[in-house]
T-cell receptor
Framework: GQNIDQPTEMTATEGAIVQINCTYQ??????LFWYQQHAGEAPTFLSY??LDGLEEKGRFSSFLSRSKGYSYLLLKELQMKDSASYLC??????????WGAGTKLIIKP | DAEITQSPRHKITETGRQVTLACHQT?????MFWYRQDLGHGLRLIHY???????NKGEVSDGYSVSRSNTEDLPLTLESAASSQTSVYFC?????????????FGPGTRLTVL
C-alpha cells in the first residue's frame, strides 16, 4: 500500500529552527509537495521537489532524497504565525496526490 | 482576482438526506478535486475531474457523486448522508498538465450529519 509518515506534533521556540520530516512509500514518484494549513483554513502551497537536493525559498527550505524515500521541511527564524499544520504529499505514478496526516507545529514565545 | 469558492461553508443535515456541496473556480483550470479531511487522517480524495464531462473515483468515493458540465464547477453530492460523512470537505483545482500539479484549495465546507 501507499504510506506517508510524518510526526503528529512538534514544538519549537520563536526565533529557532525546526525540521519536519516526511518518509514515503508510494507506487511511483512524480514529485513531493509541502503545504501549510492554519487551523480552520485551506492548505496553501509551500514547496515542490522532484529532484534530490535542497530547495530554498526565504525562511523555508525543502529537501528530498528519492533513494531514501525521505524529505524534510526546514523552517528558520520561526515566527508565531508559523504555528500551523504542515502537510507532506507525494504525486504517485498515476499523478494522484497521496497525503500524509500532517504535522502540527506549535511555536512558543 | 481568480479564486476558488465553496458553498455552503457550514452545513448541518440529517441522516438519509441528499446534500450537494458547491465548488466554483475562476482560474479556468481543467483539473478539479474533492477531498475530505478528518482528524488523524491526511486529505483523502473522493472524486476528481480532468475536464468537462470527465469524472473519476478517488480513494473514498462510496456514497458520493460528482458531475462536470462546465469548466468552472464541480458539485459534490452525498446521495444519502450518513454520520460517517461528517467531515470537512475541500475542493481544489490545478492547471492541465501532469508535470507540476500544484493544487489550489477552496476554503472548505464543514458538514455535520446528525
Amino acid at each position: 500500500g501507499q504510506n506517508i509518515d510524518q510526526p503528529t506534533e512538534m514544538t519549537a521556540t520563536e526565533g529557532a529552527i525546526v525540521q519536519i520530516n516526511c518518509t514515503y512509500q508510494t507506487s511511483g514518484f512524480n514529485g513531493l509537495f509541502w503545504y501549510q494549513q492554519h487551523a480552520g483554513e485551506a492548505p496553501t502551497f509551500l514547496s515542490y521537489n522532484v529532484l534530490d537536493g535542497l530547495e530554498e525559498k526565504g525562511r523555508f527550505s525543502s529537501f528530498l532524497s528519492r533513494s531514501k524515500g525521505y524529505s524534510y521541511l526546514l523552517l528558520k527564524e520561526l515566527q508565531m504565525k508559523d504555528s500551523a499544520s504542515y502537510l507532506c504529499a507525494v504525486l504517485d505514478s498515476n499523478y494522484q496526490l497521496i497525503w500524509g496526516a500532517g504535522t502540527k507545529l506549535i511555536i512558543k514565545p | 482576482d481568480a479564486e476558488i469558492t465553496q458553498s455552503p461553508r457550514h452545513k448541518i443535515t440529517e441522516t438519509g438526506r441528499q446534500v450537494t456541496l458547491a465548488c466554483h473556480q475562476t482560474w479556468n483550470h481543467n483539473n478539479m478535486f474533492w477531498y475530505r479531511q478528518d482528524l488523524g487522517h491526511g486529505l483523502r480524495l473522493i472524486h476528481y475531474s480532468y475536464g468537462v464531462q470527465d469524472t473519476n473515483k478517488g480513494e473514498v468515493s462510496d456514497g458520493y457523486s460528482v458531475s462536470r458540465s462546465n469548466t468552472e464547477d464541480l458539485p459534490l453530492t452525498l446521495e444519502s448522508a450518513a454520520s460517517s460523512q461528517t467531515s470537512v470537505y475541500f475542493c481544489a483545482s490545478s492547471p492541465q498538465g501532469a508535470d507540476y500539479n500544484e493544487q489550489f484549495f477552496g476554503p472548505g465546507t464543514r458538514l455535520t450529519v446528525l
